[in-house]
């Protein structure tokens, strides 16, 4: 199977994105799983802090590392927004392939001390690291307000300001800020595309779009045109999740889960199914591109 780094070069090369799916349970990694192996495309899977917490670290790993197999899919693990040290040591401990360092919310000289520290770590078993300079407003959930209250919150990422950071710390990909928000809101948020495009022509990274869920096909589209390999999509999977299992319980008295479950599990994979689609990486993972031996 080919590394992440070759993947999201190529992603970036041909102008597609990898999809990453949060996960903290076995129905969601099902749904991810079987959406990828549908329609072919590599994708990452990736828990935060709570969600580790959760599931545990290594148990993420075993369980991901046979439902490839199981699948026969190109899944790649990512610990997500993780700031404290213990939890990125014990990610990369146990062999996952991305770790994402969140020092958005530190001070900038902390935020480079810390992840110079954990891409040394990390480089030394070939793992990618992704970097974070301007704090991602909004959260994982669904909000009544509108976007642009939440965008207010943060500061939008500057091209040199991103440049000096990659250089200053080596990470690998570069998750930024420019419009894009945790959450789906009262209405899609709008997205700097000439900062993106300033950001992709400055800096010597892989960038990252959080906040995938709620954003526009079309600007997502445009978002990929302009430098992003990789797209983090967590709220519209929760909120799938969570309103086909409300519904579902409604219905039945059913006591086995495995059998409730089965239409959550498909309305997840549903939404798994429109991003790949839309971040243009489905049919990517049969390419001789990525099949080809590393």
């Known amino acids: 199977m080919p590394d992440i780094r070759h993947t999201l070069t190529i992603a970036k090369e041909e102008g597609w994105a990898v999809g990453a799916f949060n996960a ?20 990452i899977i990736e828990s935060s802090v709570g969600e580790t917490e959760f ?10 590392d046979s439902y490839r197999d199981l699948y ?25 392939e991305l770790v994402h360092f969140d020092g958005g919310e530190l001070p900038y000289e902390d935020n ?7 891409v040394k770590k990390a480089h030394q078993k070939e793992l990618l690291v992704e970097g974070e300079i ?12 509108k976007a642009a209250q939440v965008q207010a919150e943060g500061n939008y990422t500057e091209a040199a300001r991103a440049a000096e950071f990659v250089k200053a710390t080596n990470v690998d990909t570069l998750a930024v800020f420019i419009g894009n928000v945790h959450g789906i809101y009262a209405d899609s948020p709008e997205l700097d595309l000439e900062r993106l495009q300033e950001i992709s022509k400055t800096v010597d990274s ?12 079309a600007d997502i589209k445009k978002a990929i045109k302009n430098g992003i390999s990789k797209i983090n999509v967590n709220s519209e999977l929760r909120l799938a999740f969570f309103n086909t299992l409300k519904d579902t319980l409604k219905t039945t008295d059913e006591l086995a889960a495995y059998k409730f479950m089965t239409p959550v599990i498909d309305e997840v994979q549903k939404v798994v199914e429109k991003k790949i ?6 049919g990517k993972a049969k390419s001789k591109w990525l099949r080809r031996s590393i």
């Open 72 to 96: 026969d899919v190109q899944a790649f693990i990512n610990l997500d927004h993780a700031v404290a040290l213990e939890s990125i040591n014990e990610a990369i401990r146990v062999g996952y």
């Open 134 to 145: 301007d704090h991602i407003t909004g959260s994982s959930k669904l909000h009544k307000s």
């Open 112 to 118: 480079v001390k810390l992840a110079k520290k954990v």
């Open 277 to 282: 689609k839309v971040f243009g990486s489905a």
């Open 55 to 64: 599931f545990g670290h290594r148990a993420f790993r075993e369980v991901i």
């Open 206 to 217: 892989f960038l990252s779009l959080h906040g995938g869920s709620g954003i526009r096909d």
């Open 24 to 43: 903290a349970n076995i129905s969601t990694l099902k749904a991810i799983f079987r959406a990828a192996q549908k329609l072919e495309a590599p994708v």
